[in-house]
């Protein structure tokens, strides 16, 4: 029975990704899916969010170097409300702004599985910090966050220290700003 499939570094695009998101709606058995590097854009991130909230045995998924924008952050983000598997999303390197993380920060405001989410390298600002930092306020589960190489500032990381505060469960918190590196720890 197969576990992992890692697709990595090929051209799937938004029609194989479709098509892996209609198998992934009655697979019973795979926990891993990489799909890094596969120039999948909104449309399959729309696919894959849609089998997510199907899904029972996946716990990670890697959608880094692709090209989702806030629309599929915004499909992945009604997922992660309704899933109940996925401990790991990765999302580092694509087009995701400030509208998709405050739809992954109302997100996490419910979810109560996902342990690491990776959205390092992407394009969200104080906006999207401050919804953040909102979430993990209320969040339980999540203890690794990766926001590194964003467009965050002074605001966004007053935001996010503000929510490390109130939040005694993530034990690590990475946050790279421009040439700043802040590492917060509790």
Partial sequence: TLTELSLGDNEIGDVGAQ?????????????TLDLWSNQIGDVGAQSLADALQRNKTLTELYL???????????????????????TTLNLWD????????????????????????????????????QSLGIALQHNKSLTTLILGANQIGDTGAQFLGDALQHNTVIPAFSLSIRCLDFHFSI
């Fill in 19 to 31: 098509s892996l998101a209609d198998a992934l709606r009655h697979n019973k058995s795979l926990s």
């Fill in 94 to 129: 694509n087009q995701i702004g400030d509208t998709g993380s405050q739809s992954l920060g109302d997100a996490l405001r419910y979810n109560k599985t996902l342990i690491e989410l990776n959205l390092g390298r992407n394009q969200i600002g104080d906006v999207g910090a």
């Fill in 64 to 86: 880094g170097n692709n090209k989702i924008g806030d629309i599929g952050a915004q499909s992945l983000a009604d997922a992660l409300q309704r899933n109940k598997s996925l």
